[in-house]
T-cell receptor, first 111, second 109 residues
């Protein structure tokens, strides 16, 4: 089982560049999430999608956009990357919101 | 909004017992869950409590008191491989899962 797959694993961007983080899950889960993790800050929710066709802001949505392309896929886009967006990004999925399964993470550096 | 508080660090020796406390404030509370994360890895699910009481899964147990907005994770018979960060998280009726800042557990020989 692949579980939650996110790409790319590593990326270096220049300030102002755009990019999309891709995420797909094969567990038929309704809910999907994007978190960022910074040292000492824990996991902070950027956006989530409770079900196909819906998206909602989390704690730190500024500078990001998301697309729930279908039940399997949930992408995160940085339109104009800033150094403050240097972080580790985790995609996750859940069926009922009480147990979530994470992807392996994407390490993003903005210079 | 939601907020969670847990200690930042705990150190113990192999074979010992460690308790990580978590207090939370949230609306529409559904449950409290715990996740483990090793350095460089992804968080992985450990346990979930929706009702008051103790849930036991092998060496790990988790407790919840809804009236006190409090829970804890108990790690017994500590092993070196238990050195990791542990996060509590609360879920609400909006399916959003919010995490605490994490507790770094260091196990010494």
């Amino acid at each position: 089982n692949a579980g939650v797959t996110q790409t790319p694993k590593f990326q270096v961007l220049k300030t102002g560049q755009s990019m999309t983080l891709q995420c797909a899950q094969d567990m038929n889960h309704n809910s999907m999430y994007w978190y960022r993790q910074d040292p000492g800050m824990g996991l902070r929710l950027i956006y989530y999608s409770a079900s196909e066709g819906t998206t909602d802001k989390g704690e730190v949505p500024n500078g990001y956009n998301v697309s729930r392309l279908n039940k399997r896929e949930f992408s995160l886009r940085l339109e104009s990357a800033a150094p403050s967006q240097t972080s580790v990004y985790f995609c996750a999925s859940s069926d009922l919101g009480n147990t979530i399964y994470f992807g392996e993470g994407s390490w993003l550096t903005v210079v | 909004g939601q907020s969670l508080e847990q200690p930042s660090e705990v150190t113990a020796v192999e074979g010992a017992i460690v308790q990580i406390n978590c207090t939370y404030q949230t609306s529409g509370f559904y449950g409290l869950s715990w996740y483990q994360q090793h350095d460089g890895g992804a968080p992985t699910f450990l346990s979930y409590n929706a009702l008051d009481g103790l849930e036991e899964t092998g060496r790990f147990s988790s407790f919840l008191s809804r009236s006190d907005s409090y829970g804890y994770l108990l790690l017994q018979e500590l092993q070196m491989k238990d050195s990791a960060s542990y996060f509590c998280a609360v879920s609400g009726n909006d399916y959003k899962l919010s995490f605490g800042a994490g507790t770094t557990v260091t196990v010494r020989a």
